[in-house]
């Protein structure tokens, strides 16, 4: 029916996990690692709340993706996706799986591990994707297919256990069981039998699993590398039947050992409901005895004892196996780091900047380092490090009586030190001062890639009560332009297409038509340009560029040159010395308690 | 999780709406019924075969539902219904059922009312229903009126019906009237159905308090926590993991004739935490504690588990151990591990040397011996 096994053999192994499980992710890596692949299985995550999930790749630590959603995942991450893991809650598991098959129809299947997933989700999910995927579970722990993917906590989630089970060994044996713990007792029975396993699935103890007994069993017919078939059952649903009938029609023609658990129900009054939805004997066909003998009368070895069951591997067609060890124990002594940097710059070198007595000319400049360091990437154009120049060099400081430089001088004058007068200057940069660039910078971005006219997008906003930031000015106004915006509108001519510059531009005709005043300011201009630098020039993409904004990036165009200006007032005023600034009376206008 | 039993009257609140003329009532209420009667007084606690019983008063006069319920309470009942009586002939009665199964809705239906399915499956005729056309067959066929259907349909659909038995029903001139309608919804679609909450879902008698402890714990973790007390004098005791290996252990108790001095039956799983687990180790203990057996034995074992590290859930089992020790070695009890999975090594090392210093050891296995080791050895024990 499928031959899902033979394209996971050959390398088809991308994994997307919805939502966050780090130990079975951890596990997975350990898995892929020890098997001798050369990147992990695991391509992202979605999940809320962080960017990366941090992991060990053998004993190097590395960060896995992660994305709120499906649509976020970029296309070099999803294109080799053929598996989904589902570790969210059973209320979240349906809507998390649609999301997921729409997004990759192309998967091959995947499991969910939550228990607790209406039935009407399992039977809706079945409808959907059962006749096209492998889909395991609700209630699953996983898929596996040694050396080629671990998909969930099949298997076991230790390293050593992965090594113990010959998890990356391929074997002859197929595992299918009900229950998630008995898949993996049978891998270790398997393993400790001296043989190993082609190919394990766990169907889920309940009531409805998507992937049926009969579905797996034809996975397994046709896969050459499964020579015989152990299976868990237990007592409650009629599911073996569904073997018994597949031996009798010889559509299931390798060996099958099979333990129906649940002899145990015999000694009570009342048949009881043990830990799994279905196991509950609702009529005299689906008790354990009556299952095992039907089962037996087809042909099957079912055992009555788990010993006798576990010993019957040893008599399955398939060769054995010799397992290295102690490879896993190797990274048992990996730590855990507890903070995750990278290298912002290069500080074991440093350029050679005299030579012979004279100035060696150097490749990179002031500006040029800074975008290096906060982009972490190199830049590629010459407009990206003039532009950035441009505006390090304009914004150093706009005169003493912005509320930043009064308070860096304020501060100074109280006899505070460097750092706290410059602080108390950078603390004052937010909303309406200095703050605004990262903010426009949302809104010209957001407002072109929605598609709104600059009209509509003016009274959405004025509806809502809010401000657009980059627009509007204390001091300049239509007919007395702020210069630097004039100076700065020039690299527009530079550019191919500007989409949010003119954007920003559309919007300032609508709003100074109302006010000469709401013009676009130098906070607008840098954040309109900018951003269509680092899209044009640089390659951003959108998700990236949204990445900068969320981050507070364009913000850093003014901190970084304005700390030079606070600097520079603090030093003038420790230069004067003026003593202690008051506030004189007459400028305050004083409330007086009411009597 | 398992599919729960609603109460009659909001099966029927949901299935007919306003039209439902049936009132609640508990113990020390007095039901406000309209008309004189004759009523049916019955107990809504999902129990099977009232009529039998006697758990259902017929002919009923409206000033005396209460009375009616006397002797319900005395065994223990607490939950009522009082519907009016229909005047109908018996073979006006027939049985139907929906269940929800893997490809739609399974209908069965026989035109005799009353009866036990199972003991006449000659009379049962079966449907399933996939769409809409299915509907307007079943609904020639067994005559039940196609706006019913579409209602029952709804409630799966809505309110994440898992069954619906009706035995009988009845049809006076096209209209329906369900005289005993039992439902188990999905326990799993509490959060998505808006017609019932767990309010709703039966009360079932008595539960011991330690299976009650058990299932309050249960509800405040997403890990399997289950408890079963079978007997209370038993001599084996369980403290097992995994759904799968619990039963597994337990069979092999059964075969080697020892199924009657099962205590308990039960199973941690899913990951719980150390506390988790030290909470339910403790509802074990006191019920060793309580049995009067001579000897006894506790079995901590389990499969070789995927994810459950066996660190962390011995932690709790030994902090629960220390609390008991002394009380537990005075009641000659011994203790049998087998154990598999993440931290294996580590947790197994602990509870030897805890079990050893207690003198509580009888000997403790990892994933190398087979599942069963534990329970073997606990046996020869008591039956030494």
């Known amino acids: ?595 | 999780m398992p599919r729960v039993k609603l109460t009659e009257y909001q099966a029927k609140r949901i299935l007919l709406g306003d039209a439902y003329s049936g009132v609640s009532f508990s113990s020390g209420e007095t039901p406000t019924v309209s008309g004189d009667g004759p009523f049916v007084v019955k107990v809504d606690q999902g129990i099977k075969k009232r009529m039998k019983q006697g758990l259902l008063a017929l002919n009923v006069a409206g000033t005396d539902c209460v009375s009616a319920t006397n002797a319900w309470e005395g065994k223990g009942f607490a939950n009522f219904i009082v519907e009016p009586m229909l005047p109908h002939d018996a073979s006006e009665e027939r049985y139907v059922s929906f269940e929800r199964v893997r490809d739609g809705i399974r209908v069965l239906y026989a035109r005799e009312g009353g009866i036990e399915i199972e003991e006449h499956p000659d009379k049962v005729e079966t449907f399933l229903i996939r769409g809409a056309g299915d509907v307007s067959v079943v609904s020639t066929k067994t005559g039940i009126p196609h706006t019913f259907i579409e209602s029952v349909l709804s409630a799966f659909e809505k309110e994440y019906f898992a069954f619906l038995e009706i035995n009988p029903l009845v049809i006076q001139n096209g209209e329906i009237h369900l005289l005993d309608a039992a439902v188990l919804v999905d326990s799993s679609a509490q959060f998505f159905a808006n017609g019932w909450s767990a309010s709703d879902i039966v009360k079932q008698a008595k539960k011991h308090p330690r299976e009650a402890a058990v299932e309050a714990l249960a509800e405040t973790t997403p890990a399997s926590l289950k408890l079963n007390v079978i007997n209370p004098d038993g001599s084996l005791y369980f403290l097992l993991s995994g759904g799968g290996g619990s039963i597994v252990i337990a069979d092999e108790a059964e075969l080697l004739g020892m199924g009657k001095e099962i205590a308990n039956y039960g199973e941690y799983s899913g990951g719980p935490t150390r506390e988790e687990t030290y909470l339910y180790a403790k509802e074990v203990f006191a019920l060793m504690l309580a049995s009067s057996a001579p000897k006894k034995a506790l079995v901590i074992a389990g499969g070789v588990a995927n994810f459950t590290d066996v660190k962390t859930t011995f932690g709790g089992i030994i902090d629960a151990l220390t609390e008991y020790a002394d009380a537990l070695r005075a009641g000659n009890v011994r203790v049998y591990v087998r154990r598999g999975g993440p931290n294996e090594t580590e947790g197994l090392a602990r509870m030897g040397t805890f079990l050893e210093k207690e003198r509580l050891l009888g000997s403790v296995y990892g994933s190398d011996a087979v599942i069963t080791s534990a329970v073997d050895d606990a046996i020869t024990y008591l039956k030494s």
């Open chain 1, 1 to 595: 029916m499928k031959s899902f096994l033979e394209q996971v053999r050959a390398g088809e192994d991308g994994v997307l996990v919805m939502g966050n499980h780090p130990r079975i992710i951890q596990s997975m890596l350990d898995f892929d690692y020890l098997s001798g692949k050369n990147a992990p299985s695991v391509r992202a995550l979605i999940t809320g709340n962080r960017k990366a999930l941090k992991c060990f790749w053998g004993k190097k630590e590395i960060l896995i993706p992660c994305y709120a959603n499906v649509s976020l995942v970029p296309e070099e991450r999803a294109k080799r996706v053929r598996w989904m893991l589902n570790v969210q809650s059973g209320r979240r598991a349906f809507d998390s799986t649609v999301s997921f098959f729409e997004a990759f129809p192309e998967a091959f299947g995947g499991t969910i591990f939550a228990e607790n997933v209406p039935e009407k989700h399992a039977t809706e999910l079945i409808a959907r994707y059962g006749a096209t995927k492998l889909l395991s579970g609700p209630a699953s722990v996983g898929i596996l297919v040694p050396r080629a993917l671990k998909l969930g906590a099949i298997g076991g989630v230790d390293a050593v256990q992965i090594e113990k089970s010959h998890l990356t060994l391929e074997g002859s044996i197929a595992v299918v069981s009900t229950s998630g713990g008995m898949t993996n007792e049978l891998i270790h029975g398997v393993a400790a039998s001296g043989k190993g396993v082609s190919f394990a699935l766990a169907i889920g103890g309940d009531r409805f699993p998507v992937a049926s007994l009969s579905e797996v069993l034809a996975v397994i017919e046709n896969d050459p590398h499964s020579k015989a078939l152990a299976y868990f059952g237990e007592l409650g649903g009629v599911d073996e039947y569904e073997i018994v009938e597949l031996l009798k029609s010889k559509k299931f023609t390798k060996p099958v050992i099979a333990y129906i658990a649940g002899i145990i129900d015999e000694a009570f009054d009342e048949h009881m409901q043990f830990g799994h939805a279905k196991a509950l004997v609702a009529r005299q066909d689906e008790s354990a005895r009556a299952k095992r003998e039907a089962l037996r009368a087809a042909g099957a070895i079912a055992p009555d004892t788990f010993p006798e069951f576990l010993a019957a591997f040893r008599k399955t067609p398939g060769g054995d196996i010799v397992a290295p060890m102690g490879i896993a124990d190797d990274l048992k002594s990996r730590r855990e780091s507890i903070l995750s940097t990278r290298e912002i710059i290069n500080v074991d070198t440093a350029p050679e900047y005299v030579k012979n007595g004279a100035l060696v000319s150097q490749t990179g400049s002031f500006s040029r380092n800074i975008l290096s360091a906060l982009l972490a990437r190199k830049p590629k154009s010459e407009v990206t490090v003039a532009f950035a120049d441009a505006v390090f060099s304009l914004l150093i400081d706009h005169g003493g009586a912005v509320s930043g430089a009064v308070n860096t001088m304020v501060t100074a004058r109280a006899g505070k030190d460097m750092v706290s007068s410059l602080a108390s200057g950078l603390l004052t940069i937010g909303p309406r001062f200095g703050g605004a660039i990262n903010e426009s910078a949302r809104t010209w971005n957001a407002g072109f890639a929605s598609g709104v006219t600059a009209s509509a997008f003016v009274e959405q906003e004025t509806k809502a009560g809010r401000l657009i930031l980059g627009i509007g000015h204390k001091k300049y106004r239509i007919g007395l332009l702020d210069p630097r915006v004039a100076a700065l509108s020039q690299f527009a001519t530079l550019l191919k297409n500007h989409p949010r510059y003119d954007f920003a531009r559309q919007v300032e005709e609508v709003t100074t038509a109302k006010s000469g005043s709401l013009i676009l300011n130098v906070d607008g201009i840098i954040a309109s340009l900018f951003t269509d630098i680092l899209s044009e020039c640089e390659g951003f993409t959108d998700a990236e560029l949204k990445a900068l904004i969320d981050a507070e990036f364009f913000n850093a165009l003014f901190i970084i040159p304005r700390t030079v200006g606070f600097i520079s007032h603090f030093l003038e005023q420790k230069e004067n010395d003026e003593g202690l600034f008051r506030l004189p009376e007459d400028l305050l206008f004083t409330r007086k308690p009411e009597k």
